[in-house]
């Protein structure tokens, strides 16, 4: 009966092991497309940039980017920190 425990014991083990294993994998994975969408784009972000990053229409994309709090170039119009422009999705996403 002991040898039976002690099997089990090992499967567990290896089960939980495969398991840890895809999931670190899966989150590399996830986090190394984040960053090749994220730094795919210049330091500065263009309207054109916005559209395709949110997924909208240029009228959408003017309208967001009258929000007092949406980063912006400070004396360069129509223009927007990449960095900041990916914080304040992430701040203002559920």
Do not use: C
Request: proline letters at 6%.
């Amino acid at each position: 009966m002991t040898k039976i425990t002690i099997d089990l014991d090992q499967f567990e083990d290896e089960f939980l092991k495969f398991r840890l294993e895809k999931l670190i994998q899966a989150a590399y994975e996830k986090g190394v497309e984040d960053g090749i969408k994220r730094f795919s784009y210049p330091p500065v972000l263009k309207n054109s940039h916005l559209a395709e990053i949110l997924q909208v229409k240029m009228p959408t994309v003017y309208k967001i980017t009258q929000n007092p709090a949406f980063p912006k170039m400070q004396n360069i119009k129509g223009r927007y920190p990449r960095d900041k422009v990916f914080e304040w999705i992430d701040r203002n996403s559920r």
